[in-house]
């Protein structure tokens, strides 16, 4: 593991399991790129880094291979999982099957509540557009999906799907960052609302599927030109 990115400790100040605990820090890791594609994890040195016993540490990237965060080569080690272009691909069209049904449950089964709460949360992302603030544009766009799925009134829908976009969660900000993606995202989950305010299931399956084509394209089209300008860079500067 690269020594230079030194994890922080993790903090005890939680009702969690310490293995929930463990992989929450790793998976944040992962995401932030603190730890890379492709890079082996050694349970020793990530013990000595979260000040851990090896057995948290263990479990912990357990859960994060099934999740598809890690892979684990038999006789090789663990490494964190290098996710292809055919991957987000595959990801997607489960993705959007799914969101489309979540949606159309939503529709059928919306509290009065809970539609009140995805009104009041795109009111809240349109202003943290206006002001440049990502870290709570992205935390905000988690509650909205969040409140979408539980309306969908199937628990086993809403745990894959939380899987599922777990596992793009480190594409994120390549996506939100691609020109116009933003405002463009906004839109649709005011469309994707209003037809759910209206009961529409068929149009909210549409605006859903509609979402998941136009995100999977932008991340790709982010995906391809971060590799591009890494490449060139490469060139430039070659070690």
Known sequence: ???EHKLEPIRLDTYKPLRDVVSEALRQAIKEGILKPG????????????GVSRTPIREAIRKLELEGFVVMIPRRGTYV???????VVQVFEIRSALEELAAGLAAER????????LERILVEINEYIDRDEFDKIVDTDI????????ASRNNRLVDILHNLREQML????????????LAATWEEHRQLVESIANHNSVQARKIAKK??????KTLIMGI??????ARLVQELFPH
């Open 1 to 3: 593991m690269n020594k």
């Open 39 to 50: 890079e082996r994890l050694m349970e020793i040195q990530l013990a000595d880094e979260l």
């Open 81 to 87: 999982a290098d996710i292809s272009l055919k991957d």
């Open 110 to 117: 919306i509290t009065p509540d809970e539609l009140e709460e």
């Open 143 to 150: 509650r909205f999906h969040g409140v979408l799925y539980r």
């Open 170 to 181: 480190r594409f994120r900000s390549i996506s939100m960052h691609y020109p116009g993606r």
């Open 211 to 216: 979402h998941m084509e136009n995100s999977e």
């Open 224 to 229: 391809k030109r971060d590799k591009d300008s």
